[in-house]
C-alpha cells in the first residue's frame, strides 16, 4: 500500500515508517513539525502541512496514491491539556475532522488512528479491556474517545474502514541507537530516568510510594515502540482483508512494571546509579494500568517480542548515550 503517516516525524511515527516500509509498503510522510524532529525522517516523501489542511492535504494524497492513513500527529501531555484544554480540542479533534475530510475527497477508505490508555480513566478492573467503560479523567484522552466517536461517523458516512489502537505505555529504540525519544518538554519515565543516570538533568522523582501494589510504587504496562510499529503494520493489514470494518485493540506489554523496577532497569542497562526522591503522589495517577491484549493477538496476530522491561532499556540506553540531549546533539 501507499500509506500517509501524520506525524512521521515523532517518536513513534519514525518507527511505524520504517516498519511499513520493511514490510514493502510505501511511505509519505506528513508533517507540520510542530513536535517532531527532521531527524526522525528517512528517505522517503515528506509533505509539510497541517492534518486539517484539507484541501491540499487531499490534493497531496491524490497526487501521490495515497490509499491508506497512519494518523499519529496529536497533542499528547495529560498536564497541559488539563491546563488548556481548549488547545487540545481543536488540535486533537479539529485537525483530525480535516484529515479525515481529505480521506474522503481522495477516496482513501483505511484509516489507523493512534489512540491512548487514557480513555479508559480509572480502571473498575485490571487487566483493562476494550470493552472497559470509557470515563477519561483528562482532556487529552476525551479527545481520543471525541476522534473514536468521529471515525465511526465517517464509517457510516463515506465507508471508512478503521482501526483504532489504544497504546498504553509506549517506550524503548532502536537497538542500534540510530532512533529514539525526544520529547519538549519530557515527561515520560524512562527518557527521564536516564537523563538523570547521565546527568543532563536533575533527580528523577518517583510521585509516591504507598500506592496498593508490591514495591509502593505505580505499575505501568511498557510495551517497545518497535513491537508498537508492527502493529500499526498489521493493523493495516487487517484492513485490507476487512474492508470497511472497524477495530478498537488495546496494545501492551499484558504486564505490569512498578517506577522502582523501571529505575532498577535503568541502572543496570546504564550501569550507573539513577539520582531519584521520593514526591507526593499526583492527583489522577491510578496505581495499576494493564492492558488486556487478547484482541490483538486474535485479530491482528500481534505479539509482542522486544517489551520485556530490560530489553526496552537496553534499547532506550542505545539511544540515549549516544544521544544525550535529543536530535540536537550526539555524544
Known sequence: MKVLVSGGAGYIGGFVARALVERGH????????????????????????????????????????????????????VGESVRDPGRYWRENVGQAAGLLDACRRAGVERFVLSSTAAVYGEPEQVPIVEEHPLRPTNPYGATKVAIEQMLAHFQDAAGLGWVSLRYFNAAGAAPDG???????????????????????????????????????????????????????????????????????????????????????????????????????????????????TERARCELGWRPKRSSIDEIARDAWAWHSTHPRGFGEEA
Do not use: K
Open 26 to 77: 510505501s511511505v509519505v510522510v506528513l508533517d507540520d513539525f510542530s513536535t517532531g524532529h527532521r531527524g526522525a525522517l528517512g528517505e522517503w516523501p515528506l509533505v509539510e502541512l497541517r492534518c486539517g489542511d484539507t484541501e491540499a492535504v487531499a490534493a497531496a494524497m491524490e497526487a501521490r496514491g495515497v490509499e491508506a492513513v497512519v494518523h499519529l500527529s496529536a497533542l499528547s501531555l
Open 178 to 292: 540510530s532512533l529514539g525519544e525526544d520529547h519538549a518538554p519530557e515527561t515520560h519515565l524512562l527518557p527521564l530516568a536516564f537523563a538523570a543516570a547521565l546527568g543532563t538533568r536533575g533527580p528523577l522523582t518517583i510521585f509516591g510510594e504507598d500506592w496498593p501494589t508490591p514495591d509502593g510504587t505505580c505499575l505501568r504496562d511498557y510495551v517497545h515502540v518497535i513491537d508498537l510499529a508492527a502493529a500499526h503494520v498489521l493493523a493495516l493489514e487487517w484492513l485490507e482483508a476487512h474492508p470497511r470494518q472497524s477495530l478498537i485493540t488495546n496494545l501492551g506489554g499484558g504486564a505490569g512494571t512498578s517506577v522502582r523496577e523501571v529505575i532498577d532497569a535503568v541502572a543496570r542497562a546504564s550501569g550507573r546509579e539513577v539520582p531519584h526522591a521520593v514526591g507526593p503522589r499526583r492527583a489522577g495517577d491510578p496505581a495499576v494500568l494493564v492492558a488486556a
